[in-house]
């Protein structure tokens, strides 16, 4: 029987995930656990929360995990629940990623294949299956090939018959079990030298983590009691706080700025303002 082994931090954090998929080695073992026939290449780039904004008007987006070999684009996205992922995100990641990959001069048949991998705790469709691949097909012909896929992998999902290693992955994922599988057992050395280094959970987790939760929850209370300005007031004066926080350890202006935008996916014109409404409430 698996081990279950249960960690502060378990691998579904964004923070471990992230950290652990930005190494080209793992990362490239997961995509060949979930995509077994597609043929892989070394990357040529490898970030954790790459962000494409085409235009400052323009609504931007940030991935996760966002990788290129040379003929494919890669983009991983760790969603606890999959309401937080609609079919519209879906459309919108892949209008992003090819947009900014259609360089001036190019031409359409020069866009790379798009893998947008979604991977979820919670089910994106009305099924309990744990891989559902998204393919386009034209009424009366069959499959339309534009080369831009989604994959969602339900982790809690019914065991699929054909991928075992896949099995085993989301049975870690879902639930920590380790079990006998190699690349488990490698991630969960990663997810284990994590949770053991004080530095890096101060650092990334426990600080940004808990801002992370307070702003958001601040905001959503505040918005489900249907105050608007509560929902602002809270907003600036608990960005306020960090912000101060940040000064005080000897950040810069601009550097606190982007570290709260970064760390709570904000824009950082939201957070310049919600800033100045904090400054404003405590009268400083």
């Known amino acids: 029987m698996p081990r279950k082994m249960n960690v502060r931090f378990p691998l579904h954090n964004n923070y471990v995930f992230e950290d652990v998929f930005t190494q080209p080695e793992l990362c490239k073992e997961l995509l060949q656990i979930i995509l077994p026939e597609v043929e892989l290449h070394e990357f040529l780039q490898l970030n954790m929360e790459f962000t494409i904004k085409i235009n400052p008007k323009i609504r931007g987006i940030r991935l996760d995990i966002y990788g290129e070999d040379g003929k494919c684009i890669f983009a ?32 359409p048949k020069e866009l790379k294949t798009v893998h947008l991998i979604v ?36 982790a809690k999902g019914k065991d699929t018959e054909d991928n075992p290693r896949l099995n085993a992955f989301c049975h870690y994922l879902a639930y920590g079990e380790v079990g006998d599988d190699p690349f488990v057992k490698k991630i969960h050395e990663e997810v284990l030298r994590l949770n053991n280094d004080e530095e890096w959970r101060k650092g990334t987790v426990e600080i940004s983590g808990n801002m992370y939760e307070v702003f958001r929850e601040m905001e959503k209370e505040n918005f489900e009691k249907g105050t608007a300005f509560g929902k602002e007031r809270a907003t600036g004066l608990m960005a306020f706080k960090f912000f101060e926080s940040y000064l005080q350890d000897g950040m810069s202006v601009a550097e606190a700025y982007k570290k709260i935008s970064d760390i709570c996916k904000l824009p950082l014109d939201y957070v310049k303002q919600a800033i100045e409404k904090g400054r404003n409430t405590t009268g400083e």
């Open 76 to 107: 991983i996205e760790m969603q606890v629940d999959a309401a937080d992922f609609p079919a519209e995100r879906d459309r919108e990641y892949h209008s992003m990623i090819d947009a900014n990959n259609l360089l001036e001069g190019m031409k």
């Open 119 to 154: 991977i979820t705790m919670s089910p994106p469709f009305d099924s309990d299956q744990m891989v559902t691949h998204i393919d386009k097909t034209a009424r009366g012909i069959g499959l339309y090939d534009d080369r831009s896929y989604t994959h969602y992998i339900y």
